[in-house]
């Protein structure tokens, strides 16, 4: 466990240096480019891969980091470079969180490196688990996974939604559920391999911000695979449907656990937006000159960078203490993991928007980047749950009582 400290160590400072000169040499230049194609940005990703970003050595480094605090730094920094740009790179991330937090340490050195392929052969991963009919409620999943004792597969259909990577990646990591009658308590993830038959990608979303990341629909039509690729395996999935149908308390659900493991790293993401968006507004408000003297000389501008400064100040506080709390093992007793990405959302949100207003005209077109950052924040109150479920998991959590 490590010792309290509010000081990075050498290594997450020289990690964070070298991941902000990507985003600034890398990133920034093609962001607007990237965002106008809506396309899979793959010189970005092969630059990543090339520079070990986009590696599984990266991630299970970060990963390991006894502070836990590497991922939200690596998140931070790469959507200060850009937010569409730094999903793709970091989107497979989330399916291996998703083999992290359900599979056993076997499959995830088997299938984790599969997810990010080499700086030649790229792959992507992608982790399915919305639907049409069930996005916030995860427990009404319609995908269906059915055990063949005969051959030792399992037989999945489905239709997944707003799946970033989806269809495109070469492994989908698929919650699916194995008994509806026990909602998500009867749900299981399963690894779909590259040219597995049956999977494939429905309609591409035209999106409002984050376009340089790919989101589709994700068809699973009699998509059968092997036993093994159950994660945690058939014996545990046994032994926790029949405590469920014993109405005992079962371990954890696969989505959830998925969630709640990554919900740190994905506030940090919006940090980094919001940080992108306050220090362009700080500097052009030294710059404009209205009535005489730079705009910032007036309280009403300069109070409204002060409090841009303090609220992403402070969701990176509750960004690093979410993210130490899951990495030494502590139980988020107040939904701390909740909290960091709930209150850093609704901060890129509203940082971004005071951005363009000191910015005027100037922040609302296209030749300045204040608009797009707008645009690519208000996916942080929508996405790994919106911001009303995260007060939900909060509210329930501070008062034990089933709040809905
Ligand atoms: C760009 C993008 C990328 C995504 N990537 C992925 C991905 O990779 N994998 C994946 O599985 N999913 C992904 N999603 C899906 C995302 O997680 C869902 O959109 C999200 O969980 C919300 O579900 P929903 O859209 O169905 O909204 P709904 O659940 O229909 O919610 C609609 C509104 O009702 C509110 N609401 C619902 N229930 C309650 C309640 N009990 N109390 C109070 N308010 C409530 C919500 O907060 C929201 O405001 C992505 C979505 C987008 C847009």
């Known amino acids: 466990m490590s010792e309290f400290s509010m000081e990075l160590n050498e290594d997450q400072i020289q990690i964070q240096k070298w991941l902000h000169e990507f985003a600034e040499n890398v990133m920034r230049p093609v962001a607007s480019e990237w965002d106008e194609r809506e396309e899979t940005p793959w010189p970005v990703i092969q630059e990543a891969a090339k520079a070990g970003i986009y590696s599984f050595d990266f991630i299970a480094n970060a990963f390991a980091d006894s502070s836990g605090l590497l991922l939200p730094i690596a998140g931070e920094e790469l959507c200060w470079g850009d937010a569409g740009l730094a999903l793709s790179i970091m989107g497979s991330t989330l399916a291996v969180a998703g083999i992290a937090s359900n599979g056993t340490p076997e499959q995830l050195m088997e299938w984790a490196p599969q997810c990010f392929g080499t700086p030649d052969d790229i792959k992507l991963a992608a982790f399915c688990v919305s639907e049409p009919d069930a996005g916030s409620d995860v427990s009404s999943l319609r995908t269906r996974a059915v ?9 999945i259909n489905g239709t997944k939604t ?8 070469n492994t989908h990591v698929v919650v699916a559920s194995v008994d509806p009658e026990l909602g998500s308590r009867g749900q299981a993830s399963f690894v779909i391999a590259e040219g597995t038959k049956g999977i494939s990608m429905g ?6 911000g984050i376009r340089a990341s790919h989101t589709a629909e994700v068809v699973l039509d009699d998509c059968t695979i092997p036993g093994r690729n ?8 046994d032994e926790r449907l029949a405590r469920a149908r014993e109405g005992k308390k079962s371990g954890k659900q696969a989505a959830m656990a998925t969630f709640e493991a990554t919900r740190p790293s994905v506030g940090a993401q919006a940090i980094g937006i919001a940080r992108a968006a306050y220090e362009y507004a700080l500097d052009y408000a030294k710059e404009r000159k209205q009535f005489g003297r730079p705009i910032i000389t007036n309280q009403g501008v300069a109070f409204k960078l002060a409090d841009m400064r303090m609220r992403i100040d402070a969701s990176r506080l509750l960004v690093w203490r979410a993210a130490w709390m899951g990495r030494n093992g502590k139980t988020f007793e107040a939904g701390e993991g909740s909290m960091s990405k709930l209150y850093a959302g609704e901060t890129a949100v509203w940082v971004t928007e005071q951005a363009i207003q000191i910015m005027g005209g100037y922040g609302y077109i296209r030749e300045h980047p204040v608009e797009r950052w707008h645009r690519d924040s208000k996916i942080y109150t929508i996405f790994e749950g919106t911001s009303e479920i995260q007060r939900l998991v909060i509210a329930r959590a501070i008062s034990g009582i089933h709040i809905s």
């Open 147 to 155: 055990y063949n004792e005969a051959d030792d597969t399992w037989t």
């Open 162 to 169: 707003w799946i970033t990577n989806g269809g495109i990646a």
């Open 203 to 208: 309609q591409k979303f035209k999106k409002m």
């Open 230 to 237: 159950l994660l945690g395996g058939k014996d545990k999935l």
